[in-house]
């Protein structure tokens, strides 16, 4: 059988040391030593991967970047320079683009007049949930596609049922994280972080994410208004804004390091997930579920699945909604004292639910499909 290369195309330098969901999940996967990367294409950065060839992408001046903004092909000519660089006629090829959605039709286009289009197998990896072209584009998007993974099932309902004919291979891979950072502390465990960390309420909720309007800090604000008792039986822990909020029983930490994170969701008894937008995955979802918090979320996008339909929290039907997030946090409050002060959702297959091993052995048995595929 034909040997396959294997090429990773990235916008971002990869290993990628901000901070990012998926971005999170590659680097531990590259610096894992188990993947099947042969090639990676992406701007040069402060660290390389041991094992892995790298194409670099040039960048791009500030002229340029203004000419680019009226040709869409030539915005792409440093990627193309560097897939020359490394590829050779009539070899095969598996490239993985890593959700870059305007990178495709290019890509497809480039690979039709250079090279043979057989002799390669694009698969995209979307992070993301509704639909990204509803225009003239959608068609070479899609036809540019050979396998298209989705963060979960909906969005791939979602996908299957607005297009007359989806003809690409779907598969869907959830987003993932670390089992072994974040997890349940058990009771004792858990009061000496709180003293360490000075939080002294008997229920602690937690939102944790980027400050903007889609992600509806201001209405789980108001929500609080509505059902905060005192200082001493709840208090709200913010994550990731700096701004200060002089509400009372809010309590903003700022943002913290990845590592630090899991402090903040073992502490906590309850976390809140307003989003107000459709949602791919919600990886904080995630990581708060294996931290055993009581987990009540918007039913937008791919959230739903995440919370396994409601199996494993509660789903607020119209996040938009103020009244309805203050009924259900009560009932829920009500809920979880009546439970010992514990989640009744919990169960121990959130120790390796979503677990980023896992993931990556999922994506090495996609890549070795892949390769079957074209071969």
């Known amino acids: 059988m034909q040997s396959v290369t294997t090429i990773l195309i990235c916008q971002y330098p990869l290993p990628y040391n901000k901070i990012a969901s998926w971005t999170t999940m590659y680097n531990h996967y590259l610096r894992s030593g188990a993947h099947p990367f042969d090639i990676i294409v992406c701007p040069e950065g ?31 000519n440093g990627y193309f320079d560097a ?25 497809n286009e480039f690979i039709t007049e250079n090279y043979s289009r057989n002799n390669f197998y694009i698969q995209y990896y979307y992070q993301g949930f509704d639909i990204i072209y509803k225009d003239e584009r959608a068609q070479p998007f899609l036809n540019g596609i050979d396998e298209m993974f989705f963060l979960t099932a909906l969005a791939y309902e979602h996908y299957k049922n607005y297009y007359d004919a989806l003809t690409m291979r779907c598969g ?5 994280t670390s089992s072994k950072q974040f ?4 009771r004792g465990a858990k009061d000496v972080e709180k003293s360490d960390l000075n939080i002294t309420a008997k229920l602690v909720f937690i939102w944790c994410s980027q400050d903007r309007p889609k992600k509806g800090l201001h209405l789980i604000l108001d929500v609080w208004k509505r059902i905060f008792t005192s200082e001493t039986e709840m208090q709200l822990l913010i994550v990731g804004v700096e ?12 943002r913290v390091p990845n590592h630090i994170l899991p402090q903040y969701y073992q502490v906590s008894d309850f976390y809140l997930f307003p989003s107000l937008w459709k949602e791919g995955f919600g990886i904080v979802l995630a990581e708060a579920l294996k931290c055993g918090c009581y987990c009540i979320a918007s039913n937008q996008g791919g959230i739903p699945e995440v919370l396994g339909h409601g199996k494993y929290g509660k789903i607020i039907e119209h996040p938009n909604f103020i009244d309805e997030w203050v ?24 120790e390796t639910m979503y677990d980023i091993n896992v993931w990556q052995e999922k994506m090495n048995s996609k890549i070795a499909e892949a390769k079957l595929n074209i071969s």
């Open 327 to 350: 009924t259900t946090i009560n009932e829920s409050i009500t809920e979880y004292k009546a439970n010992n002060y514990d989640n009744p959702y919990y169960t121990k297959d959130f």
């Open 243 to 254: 701004k200060e909020i002089t509400q009372p029983g809010v309590r903003v930490i700022g």
């Open 183 to 186: 997890y349940r502390l058990n």
């Open 83 to 107: 897939l020359n660089a490394v590829l050779k006629k009539d070899e095969k090829y598996i490239i993985q683009v890593i959700d870059h959605s305007g990178f495709i039709i290019p890509l």
């Open 46 to 76: 402060d660290e390389e991967v041991e094992g892995v060839q790298y194409s670099y992408i040039t960048q791009v001046g500030a002229i340029d970047k203004i000419k680019n903004k009226f040709d869409n092909k030539s915005r792409f």
């Open 172 to 176: 869907v891979m959830h987003n993932a």
